[in-house]
């Protein structure tokens, strides 16, 4: 049996993240081989991960980031079990890599980010191999990416939330407006940019809710529909972004707000994504 170094020990620490014991076992194990090492590392992450399936991975970490010239962003979100994980900064620089890893390939959705590159394994695999390292539950449990002429990022104190706004106008002058609507978003959490994109169901179920409400309150049935209208737009107002009163200045709507900028600046799109 070949003797294991505590510099080999070391080096399989810093490949894998895995704590000193584990790896001198995985060594011992593999004979010095650090291929099966890791494999035998990865192995033990499966077994732990099929035992804590049942689990309820509700804390991580939420992280967007931004590419260089602004036009494209992203925000991964790696859940963990308890909020001491998520706290560690080895789990938020792990977290991290994802994300970057996420911009520079930038990847159509999630399943796709899990079959990318991460240190010669795919993310999908190291994730598993860290539920072996850090002994809970860890999954990349949310991707999202979007492209505008200008990306605006924002994250929520304690890596709770994370926000994307894309802007139609490409001015640097402009991110800051661009992080306010960010922090609008995370504060007010809107359904949808405007009323043409809240679903029709949802739509449906309003109305409907509004005249319910209306008919208990003993309106006459000929009315109902205009007041049950008159309720949606007050949804709207309340449940879509560019409607919405302004956090910073609730005398105007964030497109207001936005228009008193540029006339012609406005969001094309937002992300946000929460724990939970």
Not at 77 to 84: I, N, P, R
Not at 202 to 218: D, H, S
Not at 222 to 235: D, H, P, Q, S, V
Request: proline share 1%; hydrophobic share 40%.
């Amino acid at each position: 049996m070949s003797t294991i170094s505590a510099s080999d020990v070391k080096k399989l620490r810093d490949m894998t993240g895995a704590g000193m014991m584990d790896c001198k076992k995985a060594l011992s194990e593999a004979e010095g081989d650090f291929d099966k090492a890791i494999e035998i590392l990865r192995k033990k992450g499966e077994k732990l991960s099929a035992k804590r399936a049942d689990r309820e991975a509700t804390e991580g970490v939420v992280l967007a980031l931004v590419a260089d010239n602004g036009k494209k962003g992203i925000i991964v979100k790696v859940s963990c079990e308890t909020d001491f994980v998520a706290k560690n900064e080895d789990f938020i620089a792990f977290t991290r890599k994802i994300g970057e890893i996420a911009l520079d390939k930038f990847p159509a959705d999630k399943e796709s980010l899990l079959q990318q590159d991460f240190g010669g394994m795919s993310i999908g695999e190291k994730v598993t191999e860290q539920v072996g390292v850090i002994g809970e539950k860890i999954e990349l449990a949310e991707y999202e990416s979007l492209e505008a002429e200008q990306v605006a990022p924002y994250i929520h104190m304690g890596n709770k939330a994370a926000v994307l706004v894309g802007l139609n106008i490409d001015n640097e002058d402009y991110l800051s407006a661009g992080r306010d609507v960010a922090m609008q978003v995370a504060a007010m959490k809107p359904i949808a940019l405007d009323k043409d994109g809240v679903d029709q169901t949802v739509i449906e179920k309003e109305i409907e809710i509004g005249k319910e409400q209306a008919r208990q309150e003993g309106k006459p049935e000929a009315i109902l529909e205009k007041i049950a209208m008159g309720k949606l737009n007050k949804f709207f107002k309340e449940q879509t972004l560019l409607n919405q009163q302004f956090v910073k200045d609730n005398k105007q709507s964030v497109a207001d707000y936005l228009k008193s900028i540029d006339k012609n600046l406005t969001v094309t799109a937002f992300k946000h994504v929460m724990l939970g």
